[in-house]
Every structure is written in C-alpha cells, then in structure tokens.
C-alpha cells in the first residue's frame, strides 16, 4: 500500500462551520504534511508532524487546527474560514522528515462561501 | 529561504524532446526535487539530485550544476499524457529539510 488517502474529496463549507479533513497512510511513514495548493500556484507548506509532534508551523492562522492521533492518521480542523481559504489541501508523508520523497494524496477541493 | 524560478509555460509536440529548467538561490543546497501534477491531482515524485551530474530514469531524466544554481528535467520521446505542471522544489540546509516549491511550469503536448 503506497497510498495516501484523504476524505473527503470535496466539501463546500459557510463560514460559521466547523469541518475536518483527514489523511490516512499505512505505509509506515513517521512524517506527515498539509501544504495548501491554490489555482496555478505551488503547494505552500502549512504544517508537519514528526512522529505525531507538530514540528513546523508556518505560520497559519490558527482557524485552522491540525491534529495527529497517531502515526496513520492527520487532520485538520476548520473553523470560521474565510472565502480566500478556498484551496486544494494536499497531505503528504514521507518515511522520515529527512527523506527525499514525499507521497501526496489526491487533495481535499474546499469551497468557502 | 529560496528564489526558485522556472518558465510558467511550454509547448512541446508528441514524440519530441522538451528540457525544463530551473534556477534557484539558496543559502545552503541540500537537494533539490521535480515532480509532476495534472491538473485536480496530487503532485507526484520524479527525481532528487544532490550531486552534480545527470540521473535517468526511463523517459525522464535530471541534470544538476550546483555551482550554476541550475537544474532542468528533460522529457524524451513525449507522449499526450505528458502536459501537466513540472514542479522543481528545492531544500535547503536550515534545518526543516523540508522543500519550497517552485511555481511550475506548465507542459502542453500536442500531437
């Protein structure tokens, strides 16, 4: 299994809400990434996690919240997000922080309206 | 932190070779990435260079100089499959080891 997985594929969300993304991988991976991918731009670095320790933070505004229950498993939580948050957000992990590939999964498309 | 730069388009016709470049400033080099992504899709790896030279790998092959700050990813016998954006990614040695991507560039393969 060299996937990573993540749920749900779209969601369309107000802005008074509260929503979670998640990611799932069984690779083993100790590593774990949200990078935040507008249209015709390149993913932007939100957070990484290495076994389950938040260890970077760049800077993201904190009505997004991310959570690491275990090694398989990444969310992140949403709240009160504003329409310019609107974005592909992209996990990724990878075996270690110092390892040079990184596998993505298929995104989560999120609408803010 | 890094200057990443690399053309934001190119053209290429099926069957024919097309070379991709990118330049990037940095204040310590500790590798630098390319991956491909289709549009609505999730990047996907395709090659690490951390020492000068060339490294092939079927259709795909990349080349660093990192005296020239200077990489590209050459694509041979192009297929339709092939448009997508090409991502250079660079990491440096600051200690996160994690790369900053490059805007990309976007490949259109017509026949």
């Known amino acids: 299994d060299t996937e990573v997985t993540q749920t749900p594929k779209h969601l369309v969300m107000g802005m008074t809400n509260k929503k979670s993304l998640k990611c799932e991988q069984h690779?083993?991976?100790?590593?774990m990434y949200w990078y935040k991918q507008k249209a015709k731009k390149p993913p932007e670095l939100m957070f990484v996690y290495s076994y389950e320790k938040l260890s970077i933070n760049e800077s993201v505004p904190s009505r997004f919240s991310p959570e690491c229950p275990n090694s398989s498993l990444l969310n992140l939580h949403l709240h009160a997000l504003q329409p310019e948050d609107s974005a592909l957000y992209l996990c990724?992990?990878?075996?270690?922080?110092?390892?040079?590939?990184?596998?993505f999964g298929q995104g989560t498309r999120l609408t803010v309206v | 932190g890094q200057n990443i730069d690399q053309p934001t388009e190119m053209t290429a016709t099926e069957g024919a070779i097309v070379q991709i470049n990118c330049t990037y400033q940095t204040s310590g080099f500790n590798g630098l990435f390319w991956y491909q992504q289709h549009a609505g899709e999730a990047p996907t790896f395709l090659s690490y260079n951390v020492l000068d030279g060339l490294e092939e790998k079927g259709r795909f092959s990349s080349f660093l100089s990192r005296s020239k700050g200077y990489s590209y990813l050459l694509l041979k016998e192009l297929q339709m499959k092939d448009s997508a954006s090409y991502l250079c990614a660079v990491r440096d040695t600051g200690g996160s080891y994690i790369p900053t991507f490059g805007r990309g560039t976007s490949l259109i393969v017509h026949p």
């Open positions: 990724a992990s990878s075996p270690d922080r110092t390892d040079t590939e990184a596998f």
């Open positions: 690779m083993g991976h100790r590593a």
